[in-house]
């Protein structure tokens, strides 16, 4: 008995898998890219607070700079910002309503009230500098500079600027870690810590423990960032600001500076200085070059120079253009881009430098003792020698 076959389906064609697998291996190559890109970044801002000696130095630059401000400008404080200034309360008000900040010295037109607004903003940048409760100063010293700058917005120069900015960015920052009254305390404290036993704490207070420790970590890795980024856009839009004007691309941008007569502190300086044209080009092409490549040369050994060429930038400026508040303040956001391993060198270099001339330096007293006693020996002893013993 015959049986019916079924008819033959023509197979069908081969799909073309090789494109299919190739985009698919492009996406998981992609996708895990990303994935440690992100991992990478979230382990940076969490793993360890970064720049602590850098935020320490921004702490202490910026307090001791607005605090020598704030002196220098004592016997001139009514006229900026008392009620014997022309710019009065009301014109301030007025400028509030465009600007959006605001200021506390505004809240009274008393002589009292404003003589003690003054001396609470000087106590405030002492503490602030020496890093006594440095959270709560260091929110103090916010307010203090916003209230100070607003204020008289039109009576200072542009340094304020700056440090109104960075006086923000630093509450975020855990700047009172390191080279601070709160690290020796936290110090001693954990010396005394270690000789006493410590009751162990509970599940829960361990996990609220270590999630504060994560989120002050990353605010500060945050506040850090925020830095960087303010100084390099600092840095970048002046240099392509200058990169648009004919004068610093002829080279004589420099020479016009030096003879403005409202930026002359020593006018004999400024000519002088100006008698060179070739170092003030030199001086033009230089600046705009270091401040376009500034944001690009952060990463390697390149930034060493460049920094250092910065900071001949903000002295000469401080001296012949006499803008210390201004060039202070750029020195100190400088220091944020040094690494906490060359802070902590510093100081090993310094003490050796210290021991090393200690020791080559002989001690007066102790070469005329040594001078004046004989030295014992036999009859076949040699002659004394008398020589100074050296310093220890």
Request: charged fraction near 15%; aromatic fraction near 10%.
């Amino acid at each position: 008995m015959e049986t019916e076959q079924a008819p033959r389906v023509p197979p069908k064609a081969a799909a073309p898998h090789g494109a299919a697998d190739r985009e698919t291996s492009l996406a998981a190559l992609a996708h895990r890219w990303l994935s440690d890109r992100i991992g990478a970044l979230w382990a940076l801002l969490t793993a360890r607070p970064l720049s602590l000696y850098a935020t320490a130095v921004l702490r202490i630059g910026y307090g001791l700079l607005y605090l020598i401000f704030l002196l220098r400008e004592f016997p001139h404080r009514d006229e900026i910002w008392g009620p014997g200034s022309p710019w009065t309360p009301a014109l301030a008000e007025q400028l509030f309503d465009q600007t959006g900040w605001n200021s506390v010295l505004v809240l009274s037109e008393s002589r009292v009230y404003f003589e003690l607004c003054y001396v609470m903003a000087l106590v405030t940048s002492m503490l602030f500098t020496l890093g006594w409760r440095t959270r709560l100063m260091s929110v103090l010293f916010a307010v203090m500079v916003v209230s100070f700058h607003a204020r008289a917005i039109f009576m200072t120069d542009g340094g304020d600027n700056l440090i109104l900015l960075m006086s923000l960015y630093l509450v975020l920052t855990a700047c009172g870690r390191r080279w601070s009254l709160d690290a020796r305390r936290k110090g001693l404290r954990a010396a005394r810590a270690a000789h006493a036993p410590q009751p162990a704490k509970g599940f829960h207070a361990q996990r609220l423990s270590d999630a504060w420790v994560t989120l002050t970590t990353v605010v500060h890795n945050c506040g850090v960032f925020v830095i960087a980024a303010q100084v390099c856009f600092l840095y970048g839009s002046a240099g392509l600001y200058k990169v648009q004007g004919s004068t610093w691309g002829g080279g004589t941008a420099l020479h016009y500076a030096l003879n403005l007569e409202l930026f002359q502190p020593w006018p004999l300086l400024s000519h002088l200085v100006d008698a060179f044209p070739t170092v003030i080009a030199i001086a033009s092409y230089v600046t705009v070059l270091v401040q376009v490549a500034f944001p690009f040369v952060l990463f390697g050994r390149l930034k060493y120079p460049v920094l250092a060429v910065l900071l001949g930038m903000h002295i000469g400026i401080a001296v012949l253009m006499g803008l210390p508040l201004f060039s202070g303040a750029m020195i100190v956001a400088d220091a944020v881009f040094l690494p906490d391993r060359f802070y902590t060198v510093l100081p090993r270099l310094w003490r050796g430098a210290v021991q090393r001339t200690g020791a080559r330096r002989p001690e007066p007293g102790r070469a005329a003792e040594s001078a004046s006693v004989p030295v014992q020996g036999g009859p076949e002893a040699p002659a004394p020698q008398h020589r100074a013993v050296p310093g220890r």
